[in-house]
């Protein structure tokens, strides 16, 4: 017994109907660096293109656009995300914080004068994304969120090299500058910054 399988595509329109569409784009309100923006983007436009083409804060970096190496890392609601996996209209009513709104030149935040004072970074390019996972690093460790290298999980979570290497794994600097990177966290957990 042969079965014929229909000619018609399997997502094809009922003659004399329409598809329903959904919008192409949407309006959404998000805090950005503590000021209000609210946009028209396109439901598949990422934060990061935002961030960089249509807000020109380009401190956010595209890297792999695949969520692996973490320049594009910002902070929504003080959580660190990769902002190139992440679509625009998804934060609606959110905080976000890019590097442009940790400090400024002449008002540096702590863990920027640390990578600083520590020569945390070569080329640069990895750098903000860095700089926005540390912060996190440490609200992360002040909270008590365990890392896969917690040894006690029930104890406070103590700040080790050890500790601090795993939870900026997911941030990847091609100079190779991890030490210092260590190092600059390190202070300014201890609070030991100028």
Same mark, same amino acid.
């Given at each position: 017994?042969?079965? @014929?399988? *229909? $000619?018609?595509?399997?997502?094809?329109v009922e003659p004399g109907k329409t598809a329903a569409?959904?919008? @192409?784009? *949407? $309006?959404?309100?998000?805090?950005?660096?503590?000021?209000?923006?609210?946009?028209e983007v396109d439901n598949r436009t990422t934060l990061l293109?935002?961030?960089?083409?249509?807000?020109?804060?380009t401190g956010t970096k595209k890297g792999c656009d695949h969520g692996q190496c973490g320049a594009c890392t910002v902070l929504v609601e003080g959580r660190r995300i990769n902002a190139c996996l992440s679509l625009a209209v998804m934060h609606e009513g959110?905080?976000?914080?890019?590097?442009?709104?940790?400090?400024?030149?002449?008002r540096l935040h702590p863990m920027q004068a640390a990578f600083i004072k520590h020569d945390g970074y070569q080329c640069g390019y990895c750098t903000p994304g860095q700089i926005c996972s540390a912060v996190a690093v440490l609200a992360e460790l002040k909270a008590g969120i365990p890392s896969h290298v917690t040894q006690d999980l029930i104890a406070p979570v103590v700040?080790?090299?050890?500790?601090?290497r795993e939870r900026m794994s997911g941030n990847i600097c091609r100079c190779g500058a991890y030490s210092n990177i260590i190092d600059a966290i390190a202070e300014v957990a201890t609070g030991e910054t100028a």
């Open positions: 017994m042969s079965m @014929a399988l *229909s $000619a018609a595509p399997v997502n094809a569409q959904a919008p @192409a784009s *949407s $309006a959404v309100t998000f805090t950005l660096n503590g000021r209000r923006q609210t946009l293109d935002v961030l960089r083409e249509r807000l020109k804060l959110d905080s976000i914080t890019t590097i442009e709104g940790l400090g400024t030149p002449e700040q080790t090299p050890a500790e601090l």
